[in-house]
C-alpha cells in the first residue's frame, strides 16, 4: 500500500481510530491501566471509554507512540508512510514541510516512530559479520580559522563540531558501529563503545543461533574466538575480497545505505541519537521484499509499543533502549553457551585424529621421495 492508497483510506481521525482499534483490540477492548478486559462504558459521541474497574478513562491510543499528541492520526500515518518509503531516510525539515507542521512536531513524531522500529530479532544461515565508523571529515583548516566544519558528522554535542581524531579505520574518535547480517535476509546493529572480544562475543551469543548458523567475517582480532562457538570463515581483506562463498559483501553494501542517509539527509545528528537512526534503517531494510505490507505491519508494531519520548525527550537512554537484554537473548545466550560447552569436547576429540593423519602423509611422502 502506496502513501497515496493511505491518504485516501484514512483521510479521517474518525477512520483511523477504527483502524488501530481493530489491531489492537482483536480480542476484545481492554483497559491499558489495569488490563482488564470487556469491562468498560464507552462515552457517548467520543473514541473515549471508561473502565469499571480501576475508574480511569482511556482511549485506543493510550501507551502507544500516539499517545499525548495534538497532531492528528490523518499526518501521522502520512509522516509514517513518508518515512517508510524513504530508503536513505528523510530529514525532520523535510517531513515538516511535507506535512505542513511545525519543525519539533516533525522532529518528535520521527523519534517516536523510530522507537516503534526497534526490533529483536534472532540471526540464522549465513551470517556476515562486520563494524564501521562514522563520522565527518574535516574540510581544509586555514590559518587564521580554529573551526573544523564537518560534513555528516555524529559526535556527542552536533554543536561542536570537532573531532580529535579523524583518521579512517581502527583507532578513529568517530561512532563505532557493529552489525550482522543474513544473507538475502534480515540485519541487526548496535552502536558500541569499543570492540573487543567481550563486547563482539555478546553480540553473537544474544542475536546469532550458533548451531545453525555459519559466520563470515574480516582478519580483525576480536572476531578470533567466534570458533569455540560458530562455525567461523574469514576473510583477509588485504589479499582478497571474495574466495568462493566467503566475502561480506552484503554487510558492506547495507553499510553504503547507512552512511549515504546519513550524509544526504541527516547530515549533522547527535551520537546520542544515533541508536534510534540505527533501528530505522535495520527496520527498513529488514523489510525491503514486504513493501506493500511494510505499513500494516508498523502500526500493528506501534499500537503495541510504549510511549518512548516525553517532552522532546526519551523515558531512558537510547542505547538502553535498543540494546537492552530482552528474555528472548537470555536465552539464546544460554543456549549457545551450552553448545559451545559441547562444540570444544567434539574438537578435543578430533585433534588426536588431526595428528595422526599428519604423522601419516608425512611418512607416505618419505616411501613416495
Not at 177 to 189: D, P, S
Amino acid at each position: 500500500m502506496g502513501t497515496f492508497s493511505i491518504i485516501n483510506k484514512y483521510d479521517t481521525q474518525s477512520k483511523c481510530i477504527e483502524y488501530l482499534e481493530s489491531l489492537r483490540w482483536k480480542n476484545g477492548v481492554f483497559c491499558p491501566h489495569c488490563g482488564v478486559l470487556d469491562h468498560y462504558t464507552k462515552r457517548k459521541q467520543t473514541n473515549i471509554y471508561h473502565c469499571n474497574d480501576c475508574n480511569q478513562d482511556f482511549s485506543v491510543m493510550v501507551g502507544t507512540i500516539f499517545e499525548h499528541s495534538r497532531l492528528p492520526l490523518p499526518k501521522w500515518f502520512f509522516i509514517i508512510m513518508l518515512m517508510l518509503e524513504a530508503k536513505k531516510g528523510i530529514s525532520s525539515s523535510q517531513l515538516c514541510r511535507n506535512a505542513e507542521v511545525s519543525y519539533k512536531t516533525a522532529w518528535l513524531a520521527a523519534m517516536r516512530i523510530r522507537c516503534a522500529m526497534i526490533e529483536d530479532i534472532e540471526l540464522s544461515g549465513t551470517i556476515e559479520g562486520d563494524e564501521t565508523y562514522v563520522g565527518g571529515k574535516p574540510k581544509k583548516n586555514y590559518l587564521n580559522d580554529n573551526s573544523n566544519t564537518q560534513l555528516s558528522q555524529i559526535a556527542e554535542d552536533p554543536t561542536k563540531l570537532n573531532i580529535s581524531n579523524n583518521k579512517r579505520g581502527r583507532g578513529t574518535s568517530k561512532a563505532k558501529i557493529a552489525g550482522m547480517v543474513e544473507r538475502k535476509g534480515r540485519v541487526i546493529l548496535k552502536l558500541m563503545d569499543t570492540f573487543s572480544t567481550a563486547t563482539m562475543l555478546a553480540m553473537l551469543k544474544r542475536n546469532v543461533d550458533t548451531t545453525k548458523s555459519t559466520v563470515m567475517t574480516d582478519e580483525a582480532k576480536f572476531y578470533n574466538k567466534f570458533e569455540d562457538y560458530v562455525d567461523h570463515f574469514v576473510i583477509k581483506h588485504k589479499e582478497e575480497y571474495v574466495n568462493g562463498k566467503i566475502h561480506t559483501n552484503t554487510i558492506e553494501g547495507f553499510w553504503s545505505i547507512v552512511k549515504a542517509g546519513i550524509k544526504g539527509q541527516y547530515r549533522v545528528l547527535s551520537k546520542k541519537y544515533l541508536p534510534f537512526y540505527l533501528a530505522e534503517f535495520a527496520y527498513r531494510y529488514n523489510r525491503r521484499d514486504e513493501h506493500k505490507l511494510i505499513f500494516e505491519d508498523f502500526i500493528e508494531d506501534a499500537v503495541s509499543e510504549e510511549k518512548c519520548m516525553i517532552y522532546y525527550k526519551p523515558i531512558a537512554d537510547p542505547r538502553e533502549m535498543t540494546n537492552k537484554l530482552t528474555t528472548q537473548q537470555k536465552k539464546l545466550a544460554e543456549k549457545n553457551e551450552h553448545n559451545m560447552e559441547g562444540r570444544i569436547l567434539r574438537l578435543q576429540k578430533l585433534e588426536p585424529v588431526k595428528k595422526v593423519y599428519k604423522k601419516r602423509t608425512k611418512k607416505n611422502k618419505k616411501k613416495a621421495a
